[in-house]
């Protein structure tokens, strides 16, 4: 399968602390993989170094081929590539949700107001949000905030979609919802790189998981192997915490 992201040798260093130690793993096309691991293990770093919303301490990031973190890279157009998801949404409170999901289209993209705007429907009714285009954030729950920040994200046309834990800020009953969308993006074929806590939904969607503790990957493979069947110690721990 032809890699779209490769991480080789990645450390995260915050003054001390060293929050990711030797990582390496990649990403191929039209591949799901879900990071999975305790709070505080290195995921969510992991994922905005990736965005380099974080910068390495070391390592590299290879992007379709290209070491992006090389001086000559282009960093803000290497970032188009890549649609980002967050736990808390992330949305301008003082635009609706048409909106919302143009401003990065003509800012970044340069397109215009029509085109923009017809790709910001179609992915507002790939995630069930079209009839609310004129809604503001604050009139909105927050599984459909989340959902339009999935939106907002796949108006970019990234190549990769990247999700930091996207239930985690949502009541129970929204995950749901939520879910369902990253389940038919899945389903679709794109590419995602997910951190998540939702170990059923993990072992659905995911090519492979990959479990992460104390800033090391400790064990990856198809969700059959690491969620079923654990070779290492610590994935067991970890699983009998977290799977009922």
Do not use: W
């Amino acid at each position: 399968m032809e890699k779209v992201i490769e991480i080789k040798h990645l450390n995260k260093s915050f003054g001390n602390n060293e929050v990711l130690r030797d990582v390496n793993f990649s990403v191929s096309k039209g591949e799901v993989v879900c990071l999975i691991g305790s709070s505080g293990s290195g995921k969510s770093t992991l994922l905005r170094c990736i965005n380099l919303l974080e910068t390495p301490t070391a390592g590299d990031i290879i992007y379709n081929g290209t070491n992006i973190l090389n001086d000559q890279h282009d960093i803000k157009r290497y970032r188009t590539h890549l649609g980002m998801v967050f736990q808390q949404f992330n949305l301008f409170d003082n635009h609706n949700v048409l909106s919302n999901c143009i401003i990065g289209q003509q800012k970044v993209l340069k397109r215009t107001k029509e085109e923009a705007k017809r790709n910001a429907l179609n992915y507002l009714s790939v995630v069930g949000m079209e009839k609310y285009v004129n809604a503001k954030p604050r009139q909105l729950s927050g599984g459909q905030k989340q959902r339009v920040a999935i939106a907002r994200a796949l108006s970019m046309d990234p190549e990769v979609m990247l999700f930091d834990e996207p239930t985690s800020a949502l009541d129970p009953e929204m995950v749901g919802e939520v879910l369902k969308v990253m389940r038919k993006l899945a389903d679709e074929g794109r590419t995602m790189l997910i951190v998540t806590h939702e170990m059923e939904f993990a072992r659905e969607v995911s090519d492979r998981i990959v479990f992460m503790d104390k800033g090391v990957i400790v064990e990856e493979g198809p969700p059959e192997q690491v969620l079923v069947n654990p070779s290492q110690e610590r994935t067991k721990e970890f699983l009998k915490r977290t799977l009922k």
